[in-house]
């Protein structure tokens, strides 16, 4: 993560503003409240990595909590300072409630969280190996008709079904004849399942990370004309703190903002939360357990809310070795 891009130093106080983050001594947060309210959307994903940023912040003596709100509500609530952490700040499928709200001047924006993430259409692998390769050639005869010109997507109202609803408005790539299946993810995949078990075509918005890249073998297809963003779909997924939050509450902020993770890494929490139905809570610890190199980076600089240096208490909480 190219910590130019993620802007931190832009939220902390005084003469800090002029030193680099990572040479920066470990911040004395005895004055921080232990409140820490996070708005947690229904989205897999999300919810572990929200329950991993939580299982630290209580190690360290903050009391978080958690609403699960979806991503409209949760920027007005943050906007309203009715929460303070969002880490689902899915872009650019988001673009437009993100910008409306940083020109409200509310929100401190700390940059991608999940390296590796993109959005797209996406087809099983032996569809793709027909030749059907591009979002180009979906609307060829040989091809629209085997997929009966309808794309699978997610709920109404979301950042992937209006992107995929303006394509179709707009005669984007000709699917203007097209017809989206709007469902919820879990209908969504289930279709996706059902169709892989039958060698039957399906085309449908994708994402990473997910568990569906690691159950199912499907390719993304190539995006000449960036309907998905630039540069095949990347996606940036943000942590957002109401900007109130963020100036009164420089140690949690800086652990918020050092906690970052790979596509692959978010794929596996995903799968063992959403895909094998484990505990949350039980994931989350699993990970912080098996990973105490990445856990001492997070907290580089970070103190507990009384101002004690953070990695001994995590090393004793989760029985780290020495």
Same mark, same amino acid.
Request: charged letters at 20%; proline letters at 6%; a negative charge.
């Given at each position: 993560?190219?910590?130019?891009?993620?802007?931190?130093?832009?939220?902390?106080?005084?003469?800090?503003?002029?030193?680099?983050?990572?040479?920066?001594?470990?911040?004395?947060?005895?004055?921080?409240?232990?409140?820490?309210?996070?708005?947690?959307?229904?989205?897999?994903?999300?919810?572990?990595?929200?329950?991993?940023?939580?299982?630290?912040?209580?190690?360290?003596?903050?009391?978080?909590?958690?609403?699960?709100?979806?991503? %409209?509500?949760? !920027?007005?609530?943050?906007?309203?300072?009715?929460?303070?952490?969002?880490?689902?700040?899915?872009?650019?499928?988001?673009?437009?409630?993100?910008?409306?709200?940083?020109?409200? @001047?509310?929100?401190?924006?700390?940059?991608?969280? #999940?390296?590796?993430?993109?959005?797209?259409?996406?087809?099983?692998?032996? #569809?793709?190996?027909?030749?059907? %390769?591009?979002?180009?050639?979906?609307?060829?005869?040989?091809?629209?008709?085997?997929?009966?010109?309808?794309?699978?997507?997610?709920? #109404?109202?979301?950042?992937?079904?209006?992107?995929?609803?303006?394509?179709?408005?707009?005669?984007?790539?000709?699917?203007?004849? &097209?017809?989206? #299946?709007?469902?919820?993810?879990? @209908?969504?995949?289930?279709?996706?399942?059902?169709?892989?078990?039958?060698?039957?075509?399906?085309?449908?918005?994708?994402? %990473?990370?997910? &568990?569906?890249?690691?159950? !199912?073998?499907?390719?993304?297809?190539?995006?000449?004309?960036?309907?998905?963003?630039?540069?095949?779909?990347?996606?940036?997924?943000?942590?957002?703190?109401?900007?109130?939050?963020?100036?009164?509450?420089?140690?949690?902020?800086?652990?918020?903002?050092?906690?970052?993770?790979?596509?692959?890494?978010?794929?596996?929490?995903?799968?063992?939360?959403?895909?094998?139905?484990?505990?949350?809570?039980?994931?989350?610890?699993? &990970?912080?357990?098996?990973?105490?190199?990445?856990?001492?980076?997070?907290?580089?600089?970070?103190?507990?809310?009384?101002?004690?240096?953070?990695?001994?208490?995590?090393?004793?909480?989760?029985?780290?070795?020495?």
């Amino acid at each position: 993560m190219n910590n130019a891009n993620r802007p931190m130093t832009r939220i902390l106080a005084g003469g800090l503003l002029a030193a680099p983050l990572a040479l920066l001594p470990a911040i004395a947060s005895a004055a921080e409240s232990p409140d820490i309210r996070f708005a947690t959307p229904s989205w897999p994903g999300v919810t572990v990595k929200t329950q991993l940023a939580a299982e630290l912040l209580t190690a360290l003596g903050y009391e978080p909590s958690q609403q699960e709100i979806g991503a %409209t509500i949760a !920027y007005e609530a943050m906007n309203l300072g009715e929460v303070d952490v969002f880490m689902a700040g899915w872009l650019p499928a988001q673009g437009p409630m993100f910008e409306a709200s940083m020109e409200k @001047g509310t929100l401190v924006d700390l940059g991608n969280n #999940v390296d590796g993430a993109r959005l797209g259409l996406a087809v099983p692998r032996y #569809v793709y190996e027909t030749g059907l %390769t591009t979002l180009e050639d979906l609307d060829k005869d040989e091809f629209a008709e085997k997929f009966d010109r309808e794309i699978y997507s997610i709920e #109404v109202g979301s950042g992937m079904s209006e992107t995929l609803n303006g394509a179709i408005d707009s005669d984007a790539y000709g699917l203007g004849d &097209w017809t989206p #299946v709007e469902t919820s993810t879990p @209908g969504m995949l289930s279709a996706v399942n059902n169709a892989i078990n039958n060698d039957e075509w399906i085309v449908f918005a994708g994402w %990473t990370p997910h &568990w569906m890249n690691i159950e !199912y073998d499907v390719v993304y297809l190539d995006d000449p004309q960036d309907l998905w963003g630039p540069n095949g779909g990347s996606s940036d997924v943000r942590t957002l703190l109401n900007k109130s939050y963020s100036e009164a509450h420089p140690n949690a902020t800086r652990l918020l903002d050092q906690l970052t993770f790979s596509a692959d890494d978010q794929s596996a929490m995903i799968y063992e939360f959403s895909y094998e139905e484990r505990d949350p809570e039980e994931v989350a610890i699993e &990970w912080i357990n098996q990973h105490p190199e990445r856990v001492e980076a997070f907290v580089e600089g970070v103190t507990t809310v009384d101002g004690e240096p953070a990695w001994p208490v995590l090393q004793e909480a989760f029985d780290f070795a020495s």
